[in-house]
């Protein structure tokens, strides 16, 4: 049997074939493999920002339930069996090499038919995850669009409920230049006759997804108007809220991820988990309740050590930015804020400097270990529009911009490493090997 090393240098090597959007490649692969897609019950989330927070809650309010529940994101942090997960506990890396080599075969023959390209990186691997979900039996599959929606390889699904969080700008090279053709794409997602849950939204991205919704006949809760939350506090160790949803009323949901906009995002999962009620899946208060209690989302405003407070968040678009700014601002006190950023070059990279780096004392700016990386050079240059040249360091790699970083700070400041979730992917496998050497 193939290695996990030889088995992931394949499909890495797909990514030669581009990133395609369209359903023709993944449509063949499925049907070859027997169409395991079709037998699943799946909760579809879509959106920019938000969606792996709310695919994870969704997932533990369902486990707390006894559900046995597949969860498929992107991308992944530190190692690629991330991505597959039954009940919380990763796919197998065995199980990785034996999948791949069951569908390579097919892969090829794909390639070869006529209106079919090659399948790419995140068709196989979509391909992959729909095979194992099916043969393992999950009660569940929440499954997290890659791209976009319309044409991204998971839409070619028909789930229980489609979720959309929070629309805003990226991928525009793909997606389109206004909210307005984002928002088509992300509500792509959207199927004939189904449900939808809709985040609250900027006001043409309402209008878009309502309309797409009226046309397909399908039902939806709005999180503002049908669906409303109120924040009781929130701090270091995450939120209280109150929730008057679809079916049941909330006082005081604990969740221990940070920052406001999980408020929002915990109510979108919620009226998912409350409208599988219209297909006749109950999900106790009870359930609910304990699931967001046990909320974990690595890389999202994630503490990593405290006295200097280390913060690591995979913010990767303006959006994200302004939100991680906003939790720095209301949640944490310090004395200097030092910012570790590596940034991607397809990436509003001007923008997200734009609304973080006035907040540093001290900026890092680094590069990730990728050919999408924004040169160092080129972000310094951006960050000195707003700090004297005296306040920005360039650092090789991601390691050695955190071991800098932890060398200058005092035991209250506060060091966010952000930019990218390939950054912190990277950051988590320094703190991983740290600790290692540490207790070796």
Partial sequence: MITYNKALDYIYNLSKYGIKLGLNNIREL???LGNPHEKLKIIHVGGTNGKGSTA???NRILNSEGYKVGLYTSPH???????MKINNRKISRVKVCKLLERIKPYITEVAHKTGCDHPTFFEVITAMAFLYFYEEKVDFLVLEVGLGGRLDATNICNPLV????????????KLGNSLQEIAREKAGIIKQGGLVINSKQYKEVTGVIKKIAQEKKSRIFNIGTEVNYEIISSGLNGLIFNLKGINNNYSGLNIPLLGNHQAENASVAITAIEALNLK????SKKAIIEGLKRVKWEGRLEIIQRKPTL?????HNPNGIEIVSKVLKEIFSYKKLILVLAIFSDKDYKKMIQKIAPMGDLIIVTM????????SKVMAVEISKYKNHDKIVIKKDVPQAIYFALLKAQ????????????????????????SKNKHA
Avoid: P, Q, W
């Fill in 162 to 173: 489609s979720v959309i969080t929070h629309i805003d700008y990226d991928h525009m090279d």
């Fill in 280 to 283: 006749g899946i109950n999900i």
């Fill in 411 to 434: 035991k209250d400041d506060l060091i966010c490493v952000t930019g990218s979730l390939h950054t912190i992917g990277e950051a988590k496998e320094y703190f991983k090997i740290k």
């Fill in 77 to 83: 942090l530190i190692d690629f069996t991330e991505r």
């Fill in 56 to 58: 994870s809650i969704i």
């Fill in 311 to 315: 913060i690591l968040d995979g913010a």
């Fill in 30 to 32: 499925l049907f070859l």
């Fill in 368 to 375: 990730a270990k990728s050919k999408r990386a924004a040169s």
